[in-house]
């Protein structure tokens, strides 16, 4: 599994900026730092670029010096530790593992000292690698648990996903499935929710296969295989990983033949993370095939590898040649190669040891970390449910003001109304009636007495000056009558 480790960081940066950014793999050094980024994004293509040329090839060896004077020569935030993460790639390439440990200590301490943070976090991922190719799960998951506190920092969900799937591959190393199910199923879930780039699917798939296969479970194994055929096929190396699956489907069904060939071409054509797991489980169905010296020889070789820390893998192995030397009747070589599985047991059990204890605390941290989210959500509700009840009052505030202000302009209309009414009242009464008697008076006059020329000239003149004070008072009246 550390060969998929190292793919999966390699392409989750390649997938992710924030959630996700398109990465052009014909983006050059001079693209990247001539390009306006914020630091953030610079720092991680500038990463992409130097994971792309200097850890799966040699081909840029000779250039690390060029691209180190380029990043100091624009400046770049963080520059002497890319330039140190380029050199360390190609330490972990050839396998100096321990120069590649000490430059990232080193790396650690700069990064820890200019305020780095997404370059600490390569630093300690890095770093965990490292421990984990060295077989020290304990450092390894220690030092997982300081780059997830980075990534958790900087809320980035492709950094928090390769920290939980590099955790989830020592689970599986040491044998802990379940523990190593709990972060992939996580994983799984967050990528599928978020409909991620299919691969970083496709890791978390070939992943979950793998602990499938060594709890001997082939519904699920096939499951997760046609999975990795529908979302795997752009996937870095996915033809050796599918190679791989298809031998463990094959041994699951006891096709062991067919397994061993694949095995064979699989350890012939370059391996070096994985080798030590394909020549397991060769050496296994050799030894089904009732092949025993050649499982025996496949078997001292896992011993032979100088690089292997107490593991399953060497427990097993010690075991294999116990038992093969048991069935050829051969006690002392037998006894001889049970007390070293013995010692490699009990070597093993310190180490899990410790692992329990981290293990324990990464769950602690898991626990942390959603009841950080949960009361972050506790509190945005809050603020949501404040925000909510202050706008209800104020549309309350709003809908009674508008009541109030409307009744009390009906008021004011009926007091208006009421007044006018009486105005005009008053107007009808005295203002009106008084010019309208005076002409019904004098239109009597001009009736019933007989009146010389004169008079009936006098009360014309009366009639006119009546009429006229009538007719504006009907003038007023009317004016009243449009203004209300």
């Keep these: 599994m550390r060969s998929l480790i190292i793919l999966l960081f390699f392409l989750i940066l390649m997938s992710f900026e924030g959630y996700a950014y398109p990465q052009n793999h014909s983006d050059t050094l001079s693209n990247i730092l001539s390009a306006k980024l914020d630091k953030f994004s610079k720092q991680k293509q500038l990463t992409n670029l130097v994971y792309r040329r ?20 624009y400046r770049v935030s963080g520059g002497k ?3 140190l993460l380029a050199e360390i790639f190609v330490l972990r390439r050839t396998n100096k593992l321990k120069a590649a440990e000490k430059a990232l200590l080193d790396g650690i301490t700069n990064a820890q000292r200019h305020e780095e943070h997404y370059l600490l976090y390569q630093f300690y991922i890095n770093l965990a690698y490292v421990k984990t190719d060295q077989h020290n799960a304990s450092a390894a998951i220690f030092n997982y648990r300081q780059a997830k506190r980075i990534a958790e920092e900087l809320s980035d969900l492709g950094l928090l996903l390769s920290v939980d799937v590099g955790i989830s591959d020592i689970f599986t190393a040491i044998g802990l499935y379940q523990q190593a ?11 599928e929710d978020q409909n991620l780039r299919h691969s970083l699917r496709t890791l ?62 699989l350890l012939n054509t370059g391996n070096q993370y994985y080798k030590d797991v394909d020549r397991w489980n ?32 060497r427990l097993n192995a010690y075991q294999l040649i116990a038992r093969i030397a048991e069935e050829k009747n051969d006690q002392l070589t037998s006894i001889r190669y049970f007390k070293l599985a013995l010692a490699e047991s009990e070597a093993f ?52 003001s508008f009541y109030r202000n409307t009744k009390q302009k009906s008021k004011y209309q009926r007091l208006l ?67 209300s």
Excluded: W
């Excluded at 199910?181 to 990528?191: E, F, I, P, T, W």
């Excluded at 005076?438 to 008079?455: D, F, H, K, T």
């Design 54 to 73: 200097f850890l799966f090839s040699s081909e840029y060896d000779q250039t690390l010096k060029q691209m180190a004077d380029s990043v100091k020569k």
């Design 81 to 83: 530790e890319l330039s």
């Design 417 to 483: 109304h009421e007044t006018r009414s009486k105005e005009l009242a008053f107007i009808n009464s005295h203002q009106v009636r008084k010019p309208l008697a005076n002409i019904l008076g004098i239109c009597r006059l001009l009736i019933e007495n007989e009146n010389s020329v004169e008079e009936n000239t006098i009360y014309y003149e009366l009639l006119d000056q009546q009429v006229k004070e009538m007719d504006q008072k009907l003038r007023e009246v009317e004016m009243k009558l449009r203004e």
């Design 349 to 400: 059990m310190i180490e899990m040891r410790s692992v329990d204890q981290l293990s324990t605390e990464l769950r602690q941290d898991r626990l942390y970390a959603a009841y950080k989210i949960t009361n972050l959500a506790y509190h945005r509700e809050r603020i949501i449910l404040f925000a909510s009840i202050g706008a209800t009052v104020l549309v309350i505030l709003i809908i009674y």
């Design 204 to 265: 978390i798939y070939l992943n979950k296969a793998e602990i499938f296969f060594k709890l001997d479970k082939r519904d699920s194994l096939n499951y997760y295989r046609k999975l990795i055929g529908k979302y795997g096929a752009e996937s870095h190396g996915i033809v050796r990983n599918r190679k791989r699956l298809d031998y463990y489907a094959l041994i699951l069904s006891h096709h062991y033949q067919q397994a061993i060939t694949l095995m064979r071409d």
């Design 282 to 313: 060769l050496a296994n169905s050799l030894y089904a095939l009732k092949n025993l010296d050649s499982a025996a020889l496949e078997a001292h070789q896992i011993l032979n590898d100088e690089t292997n820390g107490p593991t399953p893998l």
């Design 181 to 191: 199910l709990v972060y992939l199923n996580d994983a799984q879930k967050k990528v």
